[in-house]
Antibody, heavy 122, light 108 residues
Framework: EVQLVQSGAEVRRPGESLKISCKGS????????IGWVRQMAGKGLEWMGI????????RYSPSFQGQVTMSADKSISTAYLQWSSLRASDSAMYYC???????????????WGQGTQVFVSS | EIVMTQSPATLSVSPGERATLSCRAS??????LAWYQQKPGQAPRLLIY???TRATGIPARFRGSGSGTEFSLTISSLQSEDFAVYYC??????????FGQGTKVEIK
C-alpha cells in the first residue's frame, strides 16, 4: 500500500526556521516525484514545487521560488520542505503528494500525505 | 497561467440525487484534467484523471467528462460520504499546473 506520512503540526515565531518531512512507503520512492501543495485556511490548493528523490532534482512554482527549499534523502525515503525565515503568511496546511506518471505526461498527484499544519505567530 | 474556474461554488443536493460539477479552463488543456475530493480535516484524494478515468478504488458513481476547456464531474447518486469539496486540476504542460477554487457539495 502506497503511503505518504508527514511530520506533525508545528508552531513557530516569525523569523524562525522550519523543516517538515514526508516519508514514503509501499513503492519505489526514488522513481516518482514528490510535490508540495499549500492550502491556506479555508482556501484552495496551490502547488509549490516538486522534487525527484532519485537525484534530488527540484522544480519550483514561480510563486514559491526563493521562499522555500525542497530536499530529499532517498536512503530513508523522505522528502523535506523547509523555510529559513518564516512569516505569519506561511501559516497553512502543507501536503506532500506523489507525482508518478511523468513519462506518460500525466502530471496528477495520485497519493497524498495527511498534511502538516504550520502556524506562525508572534 | 491557465485559470480554472469551478461552478457552482456550493451545490446543495439531497442524498440519492445526482450532482453535476463544472470546471472551465481559460484555454484548452486537452484531456489533461484531474478531479480531487477533499473531506473536512482530510487530505485531497484523487478521483479522476485524464478527464474521465477513475482512479484506483473510486466507485463507478463518479464520472468525469469533457475535453478542451469544458469539464464536468457527475456523482450519480450522492451518498453521505460524498459530501465534500471537489477540486479540478489541469496539467496540460509540465510545471504549469493550476487548481480550480473548489466546489463544496453540501447536504440539502
Amino acid at each position: 500500500e502506497v503511503q505518504l506520512v508527514q511530520s506533525g503540526a508545528e508552531v513557530r515565531r516569525p523569523g524562525e526556521s522550519l523543516k517538515i518531512s514526508c516519508k514514503g512507503s509501499g513503492y519505489s520512492f526514488n522513481t516518482c516525484w514528490i510535490g508540495w501543495v499549500r492550502q491556506m485556511a479555508g482556501k484552495g490548493l496551490e502547488w509549490m514545487g516538486i522534487i525527484y528523490p532519485g537525484d534530488s532534482a527540484t522544480r519550483y512554482s514561480p510563486s514559491f521560488q526563493g521562499q522555500v527549499t525542497m530536499s530529499a534523502d532517498k536512503s530513508i525515503s523522505t522528502a523535506y520542505l523547509q523555510w529559513s525565515s518564516l512569516r505569519a503568511s506561511d501559516s497553512a496546511m502543507y501536503y506532500c503528494a506523489r507525482l508518478c506518471h511523468v513519462p506518460a505526461a500525466e502530471y496528477y498527484f495520485d497519493y497524498w500525505g495527511q498534511g502538516t499544519q504550520v502556524f506562525v505567530s508572534s | 497561467e491557465i485559470v480554472m474556474t469551478q461552478s457552482p461554488a456550493t451545490l446543495s443536493v439531497s442524498p440519492g440525487e445526482r450532482a453535476t460539477l463544472s470546471c472551465r479552463a481559460s484555454q484548452t488543456v486537452s484531456s489533461n484534467l484531474a478531479w480531487y475530493q477533499q473531506k473536512p480535516g482530510q487530505a485531497p484524494r484523487l478521483l479522476i484523471y485524464g478527464a474521465s478515468t477513475r482512479a484506483t478504488g473510486i466507485p463507478a458513481r463518479f464520472r468525469g467528462s469533457g475535453s478542451g476547456t469544458e469539464f464536468s464531474l457527475t456523482i450519480s447518486s450522492l451518498q453521505s460520504e460524498d459530501f465534500a469539496v471537489y477540486y479540478c486540476q489541469q496539467y496540460n504542460y509540465w510545471l504549469t499546473w493550476t487548481f480550480g477554487q473548489g466546489t463544496k457539495v453540501e447536504i440539502k
